[in-house]
């Protein structure tokens, strides 16, 4: 059945995603489900954490009447859990967290991508900024975000290539992508100590079917000790920083969770989750309650950030909107000051 379709039936029943608690990464996954012919419909499904980004199908997404919906992010949760397991790393080794500069500009609150986008043209973060909505700026600056979620997961320049064209629509031939890692391990050198300690944890585990000898890695994450065993040297890159990112985002979600149902004292009592998309939350609610719900929400997310990341906690984003929307940004109302829904902020426009 088309998504179209099963959207159309959302009208009338509800629309029930399928969620499954635990994936390989340690993530959450969703799938639409499937529908039993001859049997009564009572709701249709939807893979709802990869909503196509064309303008308009999320908003097809509305909360039941008197309702509204909260979506509350990570900001750029992975590069604090990637940091943070660096400066795990880097203390083992008994070197300084100082050396650990991704942390160090995250928590200084600027802006890695577009100060790696700086760099790639020779200009400092402060110009960087004050230049941000000049095209040259936002495409380099789009460049470094590239590079800043790809090369932490140990892609080669081949696959990089395909990552940051597919992903993020930066196309790069074969020098630029090797200027640009070379850039970026400038500006955060400590990953050579991350990819060294991930390649010393390989240990060769049959052979592929040339005969080369298949080198995999066992992964236990910290905090959690979950282990995950015999993986290639991408996925070990990958996983540890995922791996934390999804640990945290299950024990911010187990606790907002818990308020929904069982804390009457709580702004979230009666509120329910609705969608998990990895680092971001979804509870729909009363209308009336909401500023107290999304200053709630937000802080059992920041205190969970802080709990995973001690020394580089990510902060959370709410948004408080009637439908789903990417567009719902920072809808605090200018005059008191509390969250309302985008739908309702000055100047709010339908989405194109």
Not at 211 to 222: E, I, M, Q, S
Not at 248 to 269: N, Q, T, V
């Amino acid at each position: 059945m088309s998504r179209v379709k099963r959207l159309m039936h959302g009208v009338h029943t509800p629309i029930q995603p399928q969620f499954d608690s635990l994936v390989d990464t340690g993530r959450v996954s969703c799938r639409q489900g499937d529908v039993d012919p001859g049997k009564e419909v009572t709701a249709w499904g939807f893979q709802t954490q990869n909503v196509n980004r064309k303008a308009g199908l999320r908003e097809c997404f509305h909360a039941r009447h008197g309702c509204v919906f909260i979506a509350s992010d990570y900001d750029k949760c992975e590069l604090c859990t990637v940091s943070q397991i660096n400066i795990l790393m880097h203390r083992e080794k008994g070197q300084p967290d100082k050396n650990v500069k991704l942390a160090q500009e995250l928590n200084a609150g600027r802006d890695p991508h577009l100060a790696l986008g700086g760099k790639l043209i020779g200009i400092d973060y402060a110009e960087a900024l004050s230049r941000k909505k000049d095209p040259q700026v936002k495409y380099v600056r789009q460049a470094a975000k590239s590079a800043n979620f790809g090369f932490p997961g140990g892609l080669g320049i081949t696959s990089f290539i395909n990552f940051a064209k597919y992903t993020y629509g930066v196309e790069l031939d074969e020098a630029k992508a090797r200027r640009l890692k070379a850039e970026w391990l400038t500006a955060y050198p400590e990953f050579n100590l991350y990819f060294g300690i991930v390649r010393s944890m390989l240990r060769e585990n049959g052979k592929d079917d040339d005969g080369n000898p298949k080198l995999r890695a066992d992964v236990t994450h910290p905090y959690s000790l979950r282990k995950r065993g015999r993986v290639p040297f991408t996925v070990a890159c990958n996983g540890f920083f995922q791996g934390l990112a999804a640990d945290l985002a299950k024990d911010a979600g187990f606790l907002i969770s818990r308020e929904c149902y069982c804390d009457p004292a709580s702004p979230l009592f009666g509120y329910r989750i609705i969608n998990f998309i990895h680092d971001e939350i979804v509870i729909e609610g009363p209308r009336s309650t909401c500023h107290a719900a999304a200053v709630r929400m937000k802080e059992i997310m920041e205190d969970a950030g802080r709990r995973w990341c001690p020394d580089c906690p990510p902060k959370a984003t709410p948004s408080v909107m009637y439908r789903w929307s990417k567009a719902a940004d920072d809808t605090i109302d200018p005059v008191s000051g509390e969250y309302i829904p985008y739908e309702e902020m000055p100047g709010y426009k339908v989405a194109a």
